[in-house]
Structure formats: C-alpha cells, structure tokens
C-alpha cells in the first residue's frame, strides 16, 4: 500500500497514477474521504475520552446532589465514547480497505499506456536465418516429442489442459536449467530458499496477488490457503511483522517453487506446447533493500537477468513495460523477452518488478536505521521460468536433423552432453 500522508499531501500524484493504471481514480477520492473521517472520529473519540476520565475524577468528589446529575451525564459520555469508537473503526476499516485497492504509484519514467505501449530498451544476441541455413525450424513440441522429452498428451490425460509431463531429457533439462541459475544465483550473494507452495491468505493480499490478479490464483476453501503463482510471495512474507536491522540489507534470496497459475482469460492463447501452462517450476530472485537504493537494486536484478539469458545464448530484448501492463505492486517492470522462432516474435522470459514500499506496508516488514523505523523496499525478478526457458533453448539451439544443440552453461549439469539427440519411440 502507498503511504497515506503521500496522498493527503500530494493527491493529484495518486490520480495521475491511476490514470495511467487505466485504474478507477475515483478511488483516490473516497479514499481521502475516508481518511478524513478515520482522523475526525478518532479526535472526537480521544476528546470524549478524556472528559469520561476528567469526569471519573470528580464523581468520588461530589456531593450527593452532583453525584446524580454527574453519574447521569457518565452515563451518556459512556453511551457517546461507545458510539465514537464503533464510528472511528468503520472509518478506519473502510479507509484500509479502499487503501489495499490502490495500486502502487508508477515510477514517473514508465512509458503510458497498455501491453503494446512498452518501450524496447535494447536488444542482445543474433536471430537466426533458419532459411539460409537450408531448413524449416520445428516449434518446441514437435522438437519435445522427437527427443523424447515432453508429453502434453499425458498431461491432459492426467491433469487436463495446459499440463504436461517433462521426461527423459526434458527432465533432465529442467534440473540443469534450476541448478545453473541457482549456481549463478548463489555465486552473486543470493540465499537459495526452498520455499512453500501453499500460503495464507495475509501472505496473498500482502504481497498484492488478491487484487487485479485473483482471478489467477488457485484458493483451497477448506484449508483457506492459496497456491503461489511465485515463490515472491513466500519470500515476500517471509520477514513479516519484522523489524530488520538496516546493516543487515541487502537481504537477496534467490527461492525455487513449483507456480500455479489458473491463466484465466487466456482461452486461445498459447495453448499448444508448455509456453503458458498451469505448474511449473521457477527460480526467483528477491530483494529487501533501503528505500533508497531500490533503483539500483533494480537494475542489478535486470543485469543478473540478462547475465542468465547471454549465458544460455539466447537472443532477447529488454522492455520498459507500459504503466496499464504493470502489476499493482509494481512500481516499475523489466522484461526480458526471448525470440521465438516459430512464433516470429519476441516472448517475456524473464520480468523484474520494483515494489518499493508497497510490499512491506502491507506486510509490516521495517527497517531500523539507528532510532528511525520505517518500511523498507522490497524488488523481485524471475531467473528462470523453467518451461518458456525450455521453448526458447529448443527452438533457438536445433539443428537440421532435430537434435538440438546445449548451451555450454549447461553442459556441466548434462554429463557433459553438448547435443541432445532424438530417440525412437
């Protein structure tokens, strides 16, 4: 959540966010209504208050006369003081409520606008010409099947549409992929964390995934927990109600989960292969940094992004994502979008998201920086969605006959394999 004295004293700030959101700016409007009658109520809560206390001091006092009359008029303070404090919690309940619908406040650099709006910061690697290399390239679930290592046929039989099975290769493949990035991960001073699957729901709405992206999160009613979309959440929650001592930061944990993602309204969208599945596997970078360097912050993450992406050879640009493509905790988002081949286009591979203090206000996560507490900033940044990694490699690194060839920063965790050949089934 943004900082409440932000938007008393800067209100126009909070409506042009939203704007540029495509968000509801009337929101910034009653939110301030609200607040207003939070802080009233709360005076007039405190000043009957304290005449119930002054009064309290007279009634041992008075004559039998006064007593009457100043019990009577204890009486009806009780009344007044019960009434003001049931006003002053409605108002602050409905003034936290309207503050957890307010996205963060978009970083003044992001380009306005919606998905198509991004802005192409640059572009690493060189597309191949499949043509003038005398063959047609084969998309990665023809490529999958002929080495023997994914089964979405399987999958749906199993679990339904858009899941799959990994095998052979493909199995192997992935635990090579999620050992080089945690090896990577580790070498620049991250924590490597194994991390739930399942969270609470203060977990949930803390790290922003109950607002605009709930219709994406899987809930189990009977436990009352939901399935991460992203191990952010865990390790977002993860220094709840904390208060973190400031020599401490930066505090970089690099977590990998299984992710589960209900895709709704992605009906037509990528629906053959594994490109946009309901599980899978990631390793995720996460930050808590001062607020003040979380700019900074921000563009390590990006360049351990893209360290990731030149290692695996993969061509790829960089964007600038659009204010209406932004999560609500997001302040400012990074993609790395890999090309596709077969598609003709770039695809986001990689994402990294500052969320300043939004996160930590939510979550009640502080820094004490010598007689100063105050909320501190809290960044994330995949480092390897395991199945689009998958997409990009295959279709990228095949050859003519199929095969297709290893990154040598894989090599290592394949027993040295420097190709992966078909197999007959």
């Given at each position: 959540m943004i900082d409440l004295r932000l938007l008393r004293e800067d209100?126009?700030?909070?409506?042009?966010?939203?704007?540029?959101?495509?968000?509801?700016?009337?929101?910034?409007?009653?939110?301030?209504?609200?607040?207003?009658?939070?802080?009233?109520?709360?005076?007039?809560f405190d000043e009957l208050r304290n005449e119930q206390k002054q009064l309290g001091k007279?009634?041992?006092?008075?004559?039998?006369?006064?007593?009457?009359?100043?019990?009577?008029?204890?009486?009806?303070l009780k009344a007044d003081v019960k009434s003001a404090d049931a006003e002053?919690?409605?108002a602050d309940a409905e003034a936290h409520e309207l503050l957890l619908r307010l996205g963060n406040l978009v970083h003044p650099d992001v380009p306005v606008g919606g998905e198509e709006d991004f802005v192409t910061l640059e572009t690493h690697g060189t597309i191949r010409d499949f043509g003038a290399e005398g063959f047609e390239p084969k998309d990665h679930l023809e490529l999958g099947q002929l080495?023997?290592?994914?089964?979405?046929?399987?999958?749906?039989?199993v679990s339904g549409s858009r899941f799959y099975f990994l095998t052979g290769v493909g199995a192997l493949l992935e635990l090579a992929l999620v050992n080089a990035a945690i090896a990577q991960a580790t070498e620049a001073g991250f924590t490597p964390m194994l991390t739930p699957a399942l969270v609470r729901p203060q977990?949930?709405?803390?790290?922003?995934?109950?607002?605009?992206?709930?219709?994406?999160?899987?809930?189990?009613?009977?436990?009352?927990?939901?399935?991460?979309?992203?191990?952010?959440?865990?390790?977002?929650?993860?220094?709840?109600?904390?208060?973190?001592?400031?020599?401490?930061?930066?505090?970089?944990?690099?977590g990998f989960s299984p992710c589960f993602r209900r895709e709704a309204g992605s009906h037509g969208k990528d629906t053959k292969g594994i490109f946009r599945v309901h599980q899978f596997d990631k390793v995720e970078m996460f930050s808590y940094v001062a607020p003040e360097d979380s700019e900074a912050e921000h563009q390590?993450?990006?360049?351990?992004?893209?360290?990731?992406?030149?290692?695996?050879?993969?061509?790829?640009?960089?964007i600038d994502v659009a204010t209406g493509d932004l999560g609500?905790?997001?302040?400012?988002?990074?993609?790395?979008?890999?090309?596709?081949?077969?598609?003709?286009?770039?695809?986001?591979?990689?994402?990294?998201?500052d969320c300043t203090e939004f996160q930590s206000r939510r979550l009640s996560?502080?820094?004490?920086?010598?007689?100063?507490?105050?909320?501190?900033?809290?960044?994330?940044?995949?480092?390897?969605?395991?199945?689009?990694?998958?997409?990009?490699?295959?279709e990228n690194h095949q050859l003519a006959d199929g095969s297709v060839r290893v990154p040598e920063v894989l090599r290592p965790y394949l027993g040295g394999r420097e190709v992966l050949e078909p197999v007959s089934r």
């Open positions: 209100p126009d700030r909070v409506r042009a966010s939203q704007r540029a959101r495509g968000e509801d700016v009337a929101l910034v409007d009653a939110l301030l209504s609200a607040d207003e009658r939070r802080r009233s109520s709360g005076v007039r007279l009634i041992p006092k008075a004559s039998a006369d006064e007593k009457a009359e100043l019990l009577k008029k204890a009486e009806q002053r919690d409605a080495l023997g290592a994914i089964d979405v046929e399987r999958g749906a039989k977990s949930m709405a803390g790290t922003g995934f109950l607002g605009q992206a709930a219709q994406d999160v899987y809930h189990l009613d009977k436990d009352d927990l939901y399935l991460v979309g992203t191990s952010e959440v865990p390790l977002a929650a993860y220094h709840m109600d904390e208060i973190i001592d400031a020599e401490r930061l930066p505090l970089r944990y690099a390590r993450l990006l360049a351990w992004e893209k360290q990731w992406l030149t290692s695996l050879e993969l061509p790829y640009r960089v609500a905790s997001a302040a400012r988002k990074f993609d790395c979008e890999a090309w596709i081949p077969t598609q003709g286009k770039y695809r986001e591979l990689t994402s990294t998201s996560i502080r820094v004490r920086d010598g007689k100063q507490v105050k909320p501190l900033a809290t960044l994330n940044g995949t480092l390897c969605a395991v199945p689009r990694t998958i997409v990009a490699i295959l």
